[in-house]
């Protein structure tokens, strides 16, 4: 495998804090080539994962070793006459094609400036697997529950401004659609919220510890963020004379335009609105659930 993105390497990190609040082993496998030592090495992987010496046999089925765009198996063996499992993780190809994910989820995506890139598209496939390590029986809420988690996910790791001015969608958004699932499409609008409140704070302590602004953050709970208005200039009421207003329909403006804060107004790190990745984890999973009930 080559050498970890800073995207990925947050994407195993909530992995690893989906498995703690499931508590769900969650193995995440190199890809080798070669079958012989990719079984070899998964078996050392699981076994390192699991604390339990199982034999190789249990992984002789996995000949998915080249699949470019990744998998995932959930592993059941016996050990001390207790049964038990632990989930393989296969990620995708570095170079991932976006348009094989398309095809795959038998979707269509006529235009390249409507497609995620090669890292989001691995990064939020790598989660889809992840949480497909929670499957019991194959249900239509599973595929719903792992394409909302992937895309929730992803939304709360890459932190993507651009859905702000509503003029280009989020990769989150882009690969919702791409799985067909109308729960993937709201776990995106989910993400968008969080970013969208943190983000209007963040302004707000901007405005008034540099500029003196006495300013005030218009909240709003809907999750249809494609659909709320977008301003194409501030009001002279909405500037910092000497008060402001910041809302989810100038914040744009506030961080690319005539605000000159930045995009975002203060540095990003993924999952900074949770405390840490096992918080952010469960309320992700538990927020897909939710979706693929009622989606």
């Known amino acids: 495998m080559s050498v970890t993105s800073h995207l990925m390497a947050a ?12 508590a769900m082993p969650i193995a995440i496998l190199d890809r080798i080539e070669d079958t012989a030592t990719f079984w ?7 076994c390192q994962k699991t604390g339990d010496n199982f ?9 998915a070793n080249t699949e470019p765009m990744g998998m995932s198996r959930i592993i059941e063996y016996t050990t001390n006459g207790q049964t038990k499992r632990v989930c393989a993780v296969l990620p995708p190809i570095d170079q991932v094609d976006p348009t094989n994910l398309a095809e795959a989820f038998g979707t269509g995506y006529p235009t390249s400036d409507q497609l995620p890139s090669s890292e989001d598209t691995q990064a939020w496939l790598t989660l889809y697997h992840a ?11 599973e595929e719903k529950r792992a394409s909302a988690f992937a895309s929730l996910g992803l939304a709360i790791i ?18 919702a659609v791409i799985s067909g699932q109308e729960a993937a499409y709201w776990a995106a609008g989910i993400g968008e919220r969080l970013l969208l409140d943190i983000w209007k704070q963040e302004a707000a302590d901007r405005l008034r510890s540099e500029y003196g602004c006495n300013v005030t953050v218009v909240t709003n709970t809907s999750i249809d963020i494609e659909n709320i208005p977008r301003q194409t200039a501030l009001d002279p009421l909405e500037t910092c004379n000497p008060s402001g207003t910041v809302s989810d329909s100038n914040i744009w ?43």
């Open 55 to 63: 034999c190789t046999e249990h992984v002789r089925f996995m000949v």
């Open 131 to 141: 949480a497909h390590c929670l499957d019991t029986d194959g249900t239509p809420f």
């Open 253 to 295: 403006i506030w961080m690319y335009g005539a605000g000159g804060l930045g995009v975002p107004p203060k540095p990003w790190t993924p999952m900074k609105m949770f405390a840490n990745a096992r918080d952010a984890a469960s309320y992700a999973i538990q927020a897909a659930e939710d979706l693929a009930r009622q989606k």
């Open 158 to 175: 890459d932190g993507d401004p651009a859905f702000t001015a509503n003029m280009r969608r989020s990769p989150p958004r882009q690969l």
């Open 11 to 22: 994407v195993f990190s909530l992995i690893a804090g989906l498995e703690g609040s499931r």
């Open 40 to 46: 070899a090495r998964s078996a050392a992987i699981l």
